[in-house]
């Protein structure tokens, strides 16, 4: 028969009974309301998902996912891949699904498929379950099957996790599973076995049986596998696809056309070059020079390995590692097929400058890769490049929100559609990846690392999220920053990359050795298994910078393996002197640094970073009276987005490597950690507070950053002044904010390595001391003065308590988590979903820290709203829409002590701008301020154009 052949015949002549095509004339998969106002059949939907399928195979699959279904089915991996996006639905021949929609229920029921309506009174068989269940029966289940045991319980959990969640054996112990809502009698049993039959056979297999895979892909490669379906079935339940719901209208050849199309109208178009180097020439044709040493030392690295695996770039700042770990990334995906990418960057201000380094290497590709990229953060729209693609581009996808109880498309009441419109590929990102957590799956990403640890946690579609990153090679820069919370995450996220064989490059300055060790471990225990991990003594790097991978290689005989090297530092070691400014905690932190530049006059660029808002806020208030406001810069996260955005692009261009003649003769930086990574600036003098050695030692790297630049006198040496705390003969006594961010035992070892390098009068011999400091401030050495023993210990044991707590309050949240990560399958993986909302949460789950809370600041006036600038509003802001980037700029951070007296805070009532819809409205009077209640508290806030956001607590109420 012809693939043009109507449905009816191209079935009958593979031999299904008539009854069994009668019962797929009247299996409705969508009704009317949701298939653009005519039903779909089942079949049809089925089928249009197998063709989206094959789009996806041919266009999208990274080619190490391609080899996976291969292995799991040699020569058919594509017809596998397509009959297990098809199969998902399956569970919709089921009364409790049939009997949703009133007029498809009746004409499944007239043709002798029954129910009782009052068996199905309140019964919650959801038609995922439904699914896994009756591909379990049907394939393998305990009274025997189709396929072997083994082979069909991977394949029924697929089904069961469409929705986002993957539940195990115990949702079949229920009433509905075993009653009508699953379909009672032999008719209903043929009925549901000839779905599965005709997408068999309607896919080439002769029948059912002959479709058993041979072999069992890992738990992460099901993973993956599950989020693909998830893609399909989205794309599938597109608009683009109108209903059907006669079956001799449909064939094999229009739904495969129907796929084709709106794959085309979603502009899903094939990306144009893969990630393949060009070789030796690697460095100048994406660089413009040759490798450096630790560079070459990266590329000889991803060469060596005979597997995908975790390589680990430490070297200090300004060495070349983002390049670095681009040229090894082009490597990698040559070598193992991994023609994609996603950069993991600890906060959003780092995101931004990596977007452009990582769209200016993909244009060295030719073609639209650089349009291409995605930037994942929830401030994206106000970097400008990526602002400018997505206007290029045109409106962003519309999303219908449907009834669940009908069809459910989506477990979480979203169907992802597009009103068509296609994008110019040669303008913008694809638009269908910026809907709701599909970021991933973009070809090459740039994104918060928590986009990338969310694909660690038991939460709803963590399968389309990890899906993304399979078959890629994944970045993540600075991958000391996490805490040991976050670190949980991180290491659950190396476990099942390493099972997916998924190529990870780490780059960070400053590395404690344990912390190496263990994130390499885990890698390895899901590449070789948790057993197997511990076979291999890891080597320890034995200079600075340095690379270290590690593998599991497959090949018969040899197992795991790790290769490590090192290079000269590119830049010349050089002495930074230590010096140390007592500040007790009684000082007003503006007036003690005023008074040392009484004594000492300040050049040059001047670097200030303090621990807290309230001290930088404070420092740059003393700094503005005494110099003036051409003289000094403030920033931290409590300024406006548009102000921080402005002022951070400002000290870029003054202070970065072009800064040239630009660069001013006298300037104070007055900032928060946000200066202390990924900021691109030359500091002439660093002034800090007390802080953890390794993030002390980042705050070094602005230091004298860019040999070019030339020095004002006094400044030759490289000064880094540790302020902040005050050391007395029983300890270090920090800023009390200072020690609830950082705690005081990481603060006290470091206080001790500072006074030991003041003491000296050599300082700290920069780069080479880099990891000998780390180390010795993260080990349980006693490095304290003698007076300090007793601060020291208590310190040291109620920091190891905090840290096991902290480390048991991820756990719960974790994908597989320690109990379960030995499972073959995916049953049951969701077994204690922790459930996040919405998207917006992510940072919530995989951050240890009370949620943020982000306000859109305007300024109610007698004439109505108004931006902070002045920009009328309208009354209830029914003009926002037409400032909206004025208005976006004026959204601001709230300190965590206010949460409580912002739960009455809504959106703006008159404005439907799909930017502002969730986004909270703090709103000032004409003086900028206003006071927040919480019961008892009262708290007066104010917004200084100068200084950000102000917040004192005015009085407690009786």
């Known amino acids: 028969m012809s693939d043009a052949s109507p449905l009816p015949d191209y079935l009958a002549a593979c031999g299904l009974t008539q009854n069994a095509i009668t019962a797929l004339s009247v299996l409705w998969g969508k009704s009317p309301k949701n298939a653009g106002g005519r039903a779909n059949l089942l079949i049809s939907h089925l089928l249009d998902t197998a063709m989206v399928a094959g789009c996806m195979w041919d266009e999208h699959l990274q080619p190490s996912v391609r080899t996976m279904m291969d292995r799991a089915a040699p020569g058919e991996g594509r017809r596998l891949f397509q009959w297990l996006c098809a199969v998902h639905d399956c569970g919709k021949a089921t009364p409790a699904f049939q009997s949703m929609w009133q007029h498809g229920a009746e004409r499944v029921r007239e043709h002798g498929l029954r129910w009782d309506p009052r068996q199905l009174a309140g019964a919650s068989w959801r038609h995922d379950k439904a699914g896994g269940k009756l591909l379990r029966s049907m394939l393998g289940g305990r009274k025997g099957g189709l396929w072997s045991k083994e082979q069909a319980d991977w394949v029924w959990p697929l089904a069961i996790s469409h929705h986002g969640r993957c539940h195990g054996l115990e949702v079949f112990d229920c009433r509905e599973a075993h009653g009508d809502a699953h379909g009672l009698g032999p008719a209903w049993k043929k009925a549901q076995t000839a779905v599965v039959d005709a997408i068999s056979v309607l896919l080439g ?76 020439e690697l460095f100048p044709v994406r660089f413009g020079h040759e490798a450096r040493g630790l560079q070459q030392a990266v590329l000889d690295a991803a060469n060596a390995i005979p597997a995908p695996g975790l ?199 400053t590395l404690a050795p344990r912390q190496r060790e263990t994130l390499m471990r885990l890698y390895l225990a899901g590449a070789a298994g948790p057993d197997n991990s511990e076979d291999i003594m890891l080597p320890a790097p034995s200079s600075y910078p340095s690379v270290t991978a590690v593998f599991d290689d497959p090949a018969p005989g040899r197992g795991l393996g790790a290769i490590t090297t090192s290079s000269k530092p590119w830049r010349t070691p050089e002495p930074v002197k230590i010096s140390v400014l007592p500040e007790t905690a009684e000082a007003e932190p503006g007036e003690t640094l005023t008074g040392y530049f009484d004594h000492n006059a300040p050049h040059g660029v001047v670097l200030i970073i303090r621990n807290t808002v309230d001290r930088a806020q404070n420092t740059y208030t003393a700094l503005h009276h005494k110099y003036g406001h051409e003289h000094v810069r403030l920033l931290h996260s409590r300024l406006t987005t548009g102000a921080r955005a402005d002022r951070t692009a400002e000290c870029l261009r003054l202070l970065g490597p072009d800064a040239g003649k630009d660069r001013p003769e006298l300037l104070f930086v007055v900032a928060t950690q946000i200066a202390e990574q990924s900021f691109d600036i030359d500091a002439d003098l660093l002034i800090t507070d007390l802080a953890p050695i390794d993030l002390l030692l980042q705050r070094i790297g602005r230091l004298h950053r860019f040999e070019s630049t030339p020095r004002p006198p006094g400044t030759t040496q490289p000064h880094a002044v540790i302020t902040g705390f005050a050391p007395g003969p029983g300890g270090p006594h920090a800023d009390p904010g200072s020690e609830y961010i950082y705690h005081p035992h ?162 703006l009532d008159g404005c439907s701008h799909p930017w502002l819809q969730y986004l909270s409205v703090l709103e000032l009077d004409e003086h900028n301020a206003v006071h927040l209640v919480d019961g008892r508290k009262t708290f007066h806030v104010e917004y200084d154009q100068k200084v950000g956001l102000l917040v004192r607590a005015t009085s407690q109420r009786r």
């Not at 209903?243 to 709106?262: N, V």
């Open 746 to 907: 990481r603060l006290t070892r470091a206080a001790a390595q500072v006074l030991h390098a003041e003491k000296s009068e050599s300082g700290w011999l920069i780069p080479n001391q880099i990891p000998d400091l780390v180390a010795h401030g993260y080990s349980d050495d006693n490095i304290a003065p003698a007076g300090w023993a007793k601060f020291a210990a208590d310190a040291a044991a109620d920091w190891a308590a905090d840290q096991a707590s902290r480390a048991a309050k991820a756990e719960p949240h974790l994908l597989a988590n320690h109990t379960n990560r030995e499972s073959p399958t995916l049953a049951g993986l969701h077994h204690m979903d922790a459930n996040p909302a919405d998207d917006n949460e992510i940072s919530n789950l995989v951050r240890d820290s009370e949620p943020e809370i982000e306000v859109l600041l305007v300024r109610r006036t007698p004439h109505g709203l108004t931006t902070l600038s002045g920009t009328r509003l309208g009354i209830n802001g029914e003009a926002a829409s037409d400032a909206i980037d004025e208005v976006l700029a004026d959204t601001v951070r709230l300190p965590r002590r206010v949460a409580a007296a912002t739960k009455h805070l809504r959106p």
């Open 311 to 509: 390589i680990v770039i430490e070297a200090p700042m300004g060495e070349g590692k983002t390049k670095a770990a681009l040229g090894a990334a082009e490597v990698l995906s040559r070598r193992f097929g991994t023609h994609g990418l996603f950069v993991a960057m600890p906060t959003q201000a780092t995101c931004n400058p990596m977007y452009d380094t990582v769209t200016v290497w993909t244009r060295t590709f030719g073609g639209t890769e650089a349009d291409r990229v995605v930037l994942l953060h929830g401030k994206n729209m106000f970097h400008p490049a990526w602002k400018r693609l997505l206007d290029q581009a045109g409106p962003e996808p519309s999303e219908t929100f449907v009834d669940i109880g009908i069809d459910g498309c989506d477990e979480y009441g979203m169907s992802p559609s597009t009103d068509g419109t296609a994008t110019n590929s040669a303008t913008g990102p694809v638009q269908w990846f910026l809907g709701p957590k599909r970021g991933l799956l973009a070809r090459i990403g740039v994104g918060t690392i928590d986009q990338l640890l969310f694909a660690a946690t038991r939460t709803r579609h963590v399968m389309l999220r990890f899906a993304g990153l399979a078959g890629k090679v994944v970045i993540i820069d600075e991958v000391h920053a996490a805490d040991i919370y976050m670190e949980q995450f991180l290491g659950e996220a190396l476990f099942w990359l390493g099972q997916a064989r998924v190529p990870v490059i780490l780059l960070t300055a």
């Open 205 to 280: 297999y002769p029948d059912t049986a002959a479709v058993q895979p041979s072999a069992r892909p890992s738990r992460a490669e099901q993973l993956a596998l599950a989020g693909y379906i998830v893609m399909a079935d989205w794309i599938a339940s597109n608009k683009l696809f109108e209903g059907i719901d006669d079956l001799s209208q449909i064939s094999i050849a229009s739904a495969r056309h129907r796929a084709e199309t709106a794959w085309r109208k979603l502009d899903m178009l094939p990306d144009d070059r893969d990630l393949s180097d060009p070789g030796a």
